[in-house]
């Protein structure tokens, strides 16, 4: 069984930034694909980032140059960097373990708002 926790969320003015953070358990994240989603109020939950063991990383285009997802396999935590934030990046920002097995954290509030 693995869990997620995510944090760093929060209020933001547009323009701002943030950084979310995922920590995991267990003894598998150092070969586990990892994903942030985000799901706004009355929308479906979509992938924002993913990175790999082998640490690559894909990005959904909305966020592509603005949004940048990393790990740290030591502490077995992957993070989102979030700049330039705009109002509709507001949302529940989900941690996912997409592989070897799917696990989904329970999510953080990020506002954009002035």
């Known amino acids: 069984q693995v869990q997620l926790v995510e944090s760093g969320g929060g209020l933001v003015q547009p323009g701002g930034s943030l950084r979310l953070s995922c920590a995991a358990s267990g003894n598998i994240f150092s070969i586990a694909t990892m994903g942030w989603y985000r799901q706004a109020p009355g929308k479906q939950r979509d992938l924002v980032a993913s990175?790999?063991?082998?640490?690559?990383?894909m990005y959904a285009d909305s966020v592509k140059g603005r949004f940048s997802i990393s790990r740290d396999n030591a502490k077995k935590t992957v993070y989102l960097q979030m700049n330039s934030l705009k109002p509709e990046d507001t949302a529940v920002y989900y941690c996912?373990?997409?592989?070897?097995?799917?696990?989904w954290g329970q999510g953080t509030q990020v506002t954009v708002s002035s």
């Open positions: 996912r373990q997409i592989l070897p097995r799917d696990y």
């Open positions: 990175i790999t063991n082998g640490y690559g990383t």
